[in-house]
């Protein structure tokens, strides 16, 4: 909820108001007079990584598969993603990409070396999908690459010739080595990270002695082309604020990005059991959603802190890694991360997204983990099956927010309760699109109780309302392969407006994206 000053007077009138309605009516307010922040589309990225079967099986088959592909990318998924807009794709990791060296990726498959992949599931990787299939990859589906170089266990030069070989144009070593490899145009590289969780699996560095070594690598990682390539610094995890401190203070003048990773874990637990995909209780479900709304303060207090070092706030803040972590499914490999994905998680998404329209201003992009078939996916495959996943969904219904301009919202909702706990019923929130239309998302959290929203419209004179819903019976309703369209948007028809007031009744569980016309 964005708190403007102009409406704090209003929203102060439509508390009162909201004590005299009944428990689950919320009031809100758009202001469309006062355009804030571009939402940048680059919230609404994704993450790829060689962990499970995200690369393999999820994206590649090879194009000896009897999968329907591409030059060995599954058609299905390709159709799938093209349909949503993907604005970026970071990869190779996460984890895997302090351990990745990119010249086992290039050339003739067939020769191309096997390693172990010592993070995730101890399998072998034999780098058929490396540089060229990735670039390729964004190439054909028009998504922004997002390298993650290796910092932990590379080498600066290794990192130096993995962008000279991706960028350059000119008469040299490694962009005569690509072409050599079938490709004579260099590929467009706009971001790039300098090293991931280096305070972790990265390297188990000091931020001191992180920060020090960004620095170097920084120095070497050139732009060859006549674009500036943005990089991005290892953030902390969750609430290390003293990580963010401390590598803003010796890095932060080099760097265009500062990352953050937050996963949401329905138990809070990393050692235990985090939870189960399916068949939780609704313990499970409000504590899910309870503590992904954690994203804001970890936003708030991050940026408080990084403005110390940067007041003129010319550092982004890229939440590089986020999404529900939960147990895998049972009877799968405990390194693969293959979870299935519930209403629930779509909420979560939604949750999410209103918060980085929130801070749209300092927050540029976002990464979900990960697109296929690992935690919070997009997509899962079977073979030669493959389902969206109510997750997919609510990044579709969202597009239109790619690239808005944010208009400010004030919200009064009712609370929603468990035990001794509460947290907001309904979220919202509202844009100018690139398309001229205002769009309102709206989300009610109430796990059997449907909410009524009512919305005053200001300098706005809209007459009517049209858009979808994403809802499900259960609080744990999910698409699955014999069943893979059991939860997917359809028309919403319980938006009215009358007299400039947009009236919606949302029903529990649900996502609700309008269009004012
Ligand atoms: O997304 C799975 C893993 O989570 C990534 O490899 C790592 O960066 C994070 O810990």
Excluded at 10 to 34: E, G, W, Y
Excluded at 99 to 107: A, L, Q, S, T
Excluded at 211 to 225: S, W
Excluded at 282 to 310: C, G, P, Q, W
Aim: proline fraction near 5%; hydrophobic fraction near 40%; aromatic fraction near 10%.
């Amino acid at each position: 909820m964005r708190h403007h000053p102009l409406l704090a007077c209003a929203a102060i009138l439509l508390a009162a108001t909201v004590q005299t309605s009944s428990a689950a009516d919320a009031q809100l307010i758009v202001d469309a007079s006062k355009p804030g922040p571009v939402i940048s589309k680059h919230i609404y990225g994704q993450f790829s990584e060689h962990l499970g079967r995200c690369i393999y099986e999820g994206i590649w088959v090879g194009p000896d598969s009897p999968i329907p592909n591409t030059k060995g990318y599954r058609n299905d998924v390709l159709a799938a993603l093209k349909q949503l807009k993907v604005p970026q794709l970071r990869w190779p990791g996460g984890c895997f990409a302090d351990e990745y060296h990119w010249r086992d990726g290039i050339g003739p498959r067939e020769k191309r070396p096997s390693i172990y992949n010592s993070n995730w599931g101890g399998v072998v990787e034999n780098n058929h999908f490396g540089t060229h299939e990735f670039l390729e990859l964004c190439e054909m589906l028009d998504i922004a690459p997002y390298i993650c170089l290796n910092v932990g266990s590379g080498t600066v030069q290794e990192a130096q010739e993995w962008v000279e070989y991706m960028t350059s144009a000119a008469d040299s070593p490694m962009a005569n080595l690509r072409r050599a490899n079938g490709r004579d145009k260099p590929w467009h590289v706009p971001f790039i990270a300098i090293g991931n969780e280096n305070w972790g699996c990265g390297g188990n560095m000091r931020a001191e002695y992180y920060a020090d070594n960004y620095r170097r690598f920084n120095t070497f990682v050139k732009n060859y082309a006549d674009y500036k390539i943005r990089r991005i610094a290892c953030g902390a995890a969750g609430g290390d604020y003293d990580w963010t401190e401390k590598v803003m203070m010796i890095a932060g003048k080099q760097t265009d990005g500062l990352a953050l990773h937050y996963y949401t874990i329905p138990t809070d637990s990393w050692t235990g059991s985090k939870g189960a995909a399916l068949g939780f209780g609704e313990d499970h479900y409000f504590s899910t959603l309870r503590n992904t709304l954690r994203m804001k303060d970890l936003i708030v207090r991050h940026l408080a802190t990084m403005d110390e070092f940067d007041p003129e706030k010319k550092v982004d803040m890229v939440v590089d890694e986020w999404g529900i972590w939960t147990d895998v499914e049972p009877g799968t490999n405990t390194g693969f991360l293959y979870q299935q994905n519930t209403i629930r998680d779509a909420l979560l998404a939604a949750l999410n997204f209103h918060i980085f329209h929130e801070h749209a201003d300092r927050v540029k992009m976002a990464n979900i983990a990960q697109i296929v078939n690992v935690l919070q996916a997009m997509i899962l495959t079977d073979k030669e099956k493959m389902l969206l996943t109510p997750t997919y969904h609510a990044f579709e219904m969202y597009k239109p927010f790619q690239d808005a301009t944010a208009l400010p919202v004030s919200l009064v909702t009712p609370d929603y309760v468990f035990g001794q706990e509460k947290i907001p019923a309904v979220s919202a929130t509202a844009a100018r699109a690139t398309d001229g239309k205002v769009y309102v998302a709206l989300v009610n959290v109430l796990p059997t109780e449907s909410a009524t929203v009512s919305t005053t419209l200001v300098g706005l004179a809209a007459k009517g309302a049209t858009g979808r819903i994403l809802t499900a019976p259960a609080m744990d309703s999910h698409n699955s392969f014999a069943a893979p369209n059991a939860v997917q948007p359809a028309a919403f028809t319980g938006a009215t407006v009358a007299d400039g007031k947009l009236t919606v009744t949302l029903p529990a569980k649900s996502i609700v994206v309008l269009a004012l016309q």
